[in-house]
């Protein structure tokens, strides 16, 4: 039973304040009781732009009072804003869906037979708003969702028994909130339709991203931030059948809906079906609903559906059908055009007929795709089982907590993992029972098995919207081996919660050693800091006896010297323990300084550790992406805070307080040459900057540090080749590097390469900063390989003239102090647990390093 609306509330509701028709043009009649948007708002759709909790309390409300929808709270945002789904379906429907889902999981399950289709409903996951600032969206699911609620029409009726429709509104609310308040504290009274208003403006970072400045409709397949968290969670409970993804696009465009590009935009593993028939059917709907208002629109000439975390192309790798949709943006409530006015109504109107037609079209295939579902999985397993490839062998001898983190992610997208029956030795990589994995690839999920540890070289088009590349198993350089043997399987695992273990140790009167190797030993480095233990740190490699037996320590190791600590030593004990336990990271007890082998724990190449004390510039021109992966990074993973320094109050900032700045990719137009001096003069100090792909380009041009870039071969008076016109975007597109991947060969005696047992890791690039090797022979700490290609797309000519005669990492040496430039950006998306530690080693031990001066 529902709550009976209030009667001062009834008496509101039942004032027509606004007439709305120009959206719900013949859906009506409505139902009275349930209040429109306009009636609950108490503006009309489209004056204002609409808070993220107004339109939860608008779903709450309609959940209360109709037996028609119930909500779903599947996560919180990073700034505690609730995630929600409107479940909406006929009364008998939404009484038993649990059965009903039930029902549907034998599509997925393709264990069970398939029963007769035509009696269960077709699931359609309307989702909308990902990118804060592409806002008509959130405001046509409120127009949506009372439609399908409130409507008497006997069509609307109808959909309610074939379709259990679930409504995202706002996929992105944190970004979307942003936006909101700008564009509402910027509203002119009457409006202001000139682009050059501030209205339109938007001030860094926009609305786009989230909470950390991270693109949601990239973090489908990764999977680092809590909403997608949540809606993958979701996601696997209920494997809608259709997805919708709405998005904004430039002022002067129409509208988009797909088909996409017909080359780029497939995904090799996907059936055909998917991007053919199925995208034909639902166009034939979008255009025939859209052409009754008017609306212009264009499709297959754009966008690019084969990286696989967009909102648009994950549920595709589920057996559903996703959809892409594009407005024409009046970013602000009117602005002006080529073709005169386009406003935030007109927006809401396109998105709220593309719901409505995505609903018809879902339901006039719905048994088509309730088969569809089903074939796909089977075809899944069939495809499977014809591969020669049996399984994925992976694990790290060295790193349990980075192995854990990449089976937590193959675990969010319900990919079987299990422990391995024994050790085993492929190609040259010993993989051990109990530190390595194996996942079959013959399971419904072998398409996400692909997507994970499948690696291309040939491509069918170059120029691709995102990455070209996601073989994740790489992003967490991780040791992995196709195993094309048949093998038994030990335990399945189910969580991972018990896969790190620590063992207890003594307390020490003499030292504690901590290994470098572990992904949170920075972490738990930065935990001791914080505690006032003083640490260094091993240059060298060395055994010694450790509790119980003899242990190889390598570089990078933390040492403890218990004699020298201002604390007591049962504190320091308590300290040390609590910080293994909480970070799960091995530390050893000592009671010699007298090393088996290397170096003694009193030898000078331990070196003392200082804190770090880092500030991050940020603002106008600087890569948000970029800015909030390491501000994220320190957050989360190091829990360590930043200081996020506007470039425009640079000038008065006292950099005496820092002793690391970290600038990521930008223009820094704002710095100008005092300024330039300042930060040069302050590393020359003995401080360390650390600079990350544009802002290692910049370093150098600006003549911070006598580096160089790779020239461009001279053309000697070569005459310009003519080329047609028409294919001018898709050469020049071709010669961008968007997204691959790449192995180099690091410097593991570097303490930039500290942590780190094998010297070829895999590096992730996305841009054309080719840097010049070091003219210091021991200052070019990573260097692509000869053979350095790994996985995407890049033109022979990058790899030959530039990538491969290029550096990934240098070290410039400036007075008492050093420039760290990057070349690829090691902590991309979030994702990059493999090459993370590159630079939490820039952090913690920057400070330590000073290239030695060679005579020419
Ligand atoms: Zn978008």
């Known amino acids: 039973m529902k709550k009976i609306l209030p009667y001062f509330l009834i008496f509101l509701f039942s004032t027509t304040l606004f007439s709305q028709d120009y959206f719900y043009g013949t859906q009506g009649p409505f139902d009275p009781k349930i209040p429109s948007p306009e009636q609950f708002l108490g503006y009309p759709i489209g004056q204002y732009h609409t808070r993220h909790d107004k339109t939860v309390a608008y779903f709450k409300t309609l959940a209360s009072l109709s037996d028609k929808a119930t909500l779903t709270v599947y996560g919180k945002t990073h700034e505690k804003r609730e995630l929600i789904i409107l479940n909406i379906s006929n009364e008998e429907n939404i009484n038993t869906l649990e059965d009903l889902r039930q029902k549907h999981l034998q599509l997925v399950d393709v264990k069970s037979p398939l029963s007769d289709v035509s009696q269960i409903p077709v699931f359609i996951n309307l989702a909308y708003n990902v990118h804060g600032n592409e806002p008509s969206s959130a405001e046509a699911a409120m127009l949506t969702a009372y439609t399908l609620i409130a409507s008497k029409?006997?069509?609307?009726?109808?959909?309610?028994?074939?379709?259990?429709?679930?409504?995202?509104?706002?996929?992105?609310p944190d970004g979307r909130d942003r936006h909101t308040q700008w564009a509402n504290s910027r509203r002119g009274n009457p409006l202001v339709a000139d682009k050059y208003d501030i209205e339109h403006n938007e001030a860094w970072p926009r609305g786009r991203t989230n909470h950390y400045w991270f693109d949601l409709n990239r973090d489908w397949l990764l999977a680092v931030h809590p909403e997608s968290q949540g809606k993958l969670n979701w996601y696997h409970q209920w494997y809608p059948n259709v997805v919708t993804d709405f998005h904004e696009m430039g002022t002067n465009s129409t509208y988009f809906f797909e088909p996409m590009k017909p080359i780029a935009s497939k995904d090799p593993i996907m059936p055909k079906e998917n991007?053919?028939?199925?995208?034909?059917?639902?166009a034939k709907q979008f255009s025939s609903d859209l052409n009754k208002i008017g609306s212009l629109y264009f499709t297959k000439e754009a966008f690019d559906g084969t990286y696989p975390g967009y909102g648009s192309s994950y549920p595709d790798l589920q057996g559903a059908l996703a959809l892409l949709f594009e407005q024409a943006s009046s970013r602000g409530h009117v602005q002006e055009t080529d073709m005169g006015k386009i406003t935030f109504k007109f927006t809401i109107r396109n998105q709220y007929i593309s719901s409505f037609a995505t609903i018809k079209a879902s339901i006039d295939n719905k048994d088509y795709l309730n088969e569809y579902k089903h074939r796909f999985f089977t075809s899944a397993i069939k495809t499977a089982e014809k591969s020669s490839v049996k399984g994925y062998v992976f694990g790290d001898d060295y790193d349990k907590n980075r192995t854990k983190e990449f089976i937590d992610l193959l675990l969010k997208h319900k990919i079987n993992v299990y422990q391995l029956d024994k050790s085993i030795k492929l190609n040259n990589t010993s993989f051990k029972k109990g530190n390595?994995?194996?996942?079959?690839t013959k399971q419904p999920q072998y398409r996400m098995v692909q997507t994970m540890f499948e690696t291309y070289n040939t491509y069918r088009d170059s120029v691709y919207y995102d990455a070209s590349a996601w073989s994740t198993v790489n992003f967490y350089n991780m040791p992995y081996n196709k195993v094309t043997s048949s093998?038994?399987?030990?335990?399945?695992?189910?969580?991972?919660?018990?896969?790190?273990?620590?063992?207890?140790?003594?307390s020490s009167k003499y030292a504690y050693l901590i290994p470098w190797d572990d992904y949170y030993a920075p972490a738990m480095l930065y935990y001791l800091q914080q505690h006032k233990v003083k640490l260094k740190v091993a240059f060298k490699p060395f055994s010694i006896q450790a509790t119980k037996e003899k242990h190889q320590f390598n570089r990078g190791t933390l040492l403890i010297p218990v004699s020298l600590q201002s604390i007591d030593s049962n504190k320091l004990y308590e300290i040390v323990k609590t910080a293994s336990k909480e970070f799960k990271v091995q530390a050893y007890a000592v009671n010699t300084g007298y090393s088996k082998q290397g170096i003694d724990l009193g030898s000078r190449n331990f070196r003392?550790?200082?804190?770090?004390?880092?500030?991050?510039?940020?603002?106008?021109?600087?890569?948000?992406y970029e800015a909030g992966e390491i501000w994220h990074l320190l957050d989360t993973k190091l829990k360590?805070?930043?200081?996020?320094?506007?470039?425009?109050?640079?000038?008065?900032?006292?950099?005496?307080?820092?002793?690391?700045?970290?600038?990521?990719?930008?223009?820094?137009k704002q710095l100008d040459s005092l300024q330039r001096q300042k930060i040069k003069n302050w590393v020359a100090k003995g401080n360390t900057l650390i600079t990350i792909r544009e802002a290692s380009a910049w370093a150098i041009k600006n003549?911070?540090?006598?580096?160089?870039?790779l020239k461009k071969e001279k053309d000697s008076g070569k005459t310009v080749k003519r080329l047609p016109y028409g294919d001018a975007a898709e050469h020049i597109g071709k010669k961008r590097v968007g997204g691959a991947i790449f192995n180099v060969d690091l410097d593991l005696s570097n303490p930039l390469g500290f942590g780190y047992h094998r010297k070829i890791i895999p590096v992730y690039r996305n841009s054309n900063v080719w840097l010049s090797p070091s003219k210091n022979p021991y200052a070019t700490v990573s260097k692509y390989t000869k053979n350095p290609h790994v996985d995407g797309f890049i033109t022979s000519e990058n790899l030959n003239t530039y990538l491969k005669k290029s550096a990934s990492l240098i070290i410039s040496k400036i007075g008492n102090g050093r420039v760290i430039l990057f070349a690829d950006n090691p902590n991309f998306r979030g994702a990059w647990y493999g090459t993370n530690k590159l630079f939490f080693n820039a952090l913690f031990f920057g400070s330590e390093i000073s290239i030695p001066k060679v005579d020419k």
């Not at 550790?609 to 600087?622: T, Y």
């Open 640 to 668: 360590m805070p930043i200081a996020k320094v506007p470039l425009r109050i640079f000038k008065k900032v006292n950099l005496k307080r820092y002793n690391t700045l970290v600038m990521v990719s930008g223009s820094y």
């Open 275 to 282: 991007y053919t028939t199925l995208n034909e059917l639902f």
């Open 487 to 506: 093998f038994k399987t030990g335990a399945k695992i189910i969580n991972t919660n018990d896969l790190v273990n620590i063992d207890d140790f003594a």
């Open 608 to 624: 003392t550790l200082k804190k770090p004390k880092p500030l991050l510039l940020v603002g106008d021109g600087v890569s948000s």
């Open 436 to 440: 390595a994995f194996i996942v079959p």
């Open 153 to 172: 029409n006997k069509d609307i009726i109808s959909y309610l028994d074939d379709a259990v429709i679930f409504i995202d509104p706002t996929i992105n």
């Open 703 to 709: 003549k911070l540090v006598k580096e160089s870039l």
